[in-house]
């Protein structure tokens, strides 16, 4: 049984910087693919970054790409996304989500029917 408890959402101004976690209980949380995902009110859940087992592969959607970076602590069980120069449209609910496979999917990651397991969101508002 695998549980994903999100933290570190709020509220920030254009520009600004937040960081989401995720911590993750269940085994193996080394052997994981894991994700951050997000959705805004009217939209359909969209991939943010990908990470894979060991750390060493990253995937971004276009979006974030130079203002996003996720991270893991394999002996800590968490993941981790540094979210800077934060733009109004990052509005949304964050959602951290994991799939127990030694490679992430390098073309379909951004989909949601790849993960296993989802965490239940934290909110992150962005005013200009």
């Known amino acids: 049984q695998v549980q994903l408890v999100e933290s570190g959402g709020g509220s920030v101004q254009a520009g600004g910087s937040l960081s989401l976690s995720c911590l993750y209980s269940?085994?193996?949380?080394?052997?994981?693919?894991m994700a951050w995902f997000r959705q805004a009110p009217g939209k359909e859940r969209e991939g943010v970054a990908a990470?894979?087992?060991?750390?060493?592969?990253?995937y971004y959607v276009d979006s974030v790409k130079g203002r996003f970076t996720i991270s893991r602590d394999n002996a800590k069980n968490t993941l981790d996304l540094q979210m800077n120069s934060l733009k109004p449209e990052d509005t949304a609910m964050y959602y951290c989500a994991a799939d127990p496979r030694l490679y992430c999917p390098f073309l379909t990651w951004s989909r949601e029917p790849e993960w296993n397991s989802w965490g239940q969101g934290t909110q992150v508002t962005v005013s200009s």
């Open positions: 990470i894979s087992p060991d750390g060493k592969r990253k």
């Open positions: 269940g085994v193996s949380f080394g052997t994981n693919c």
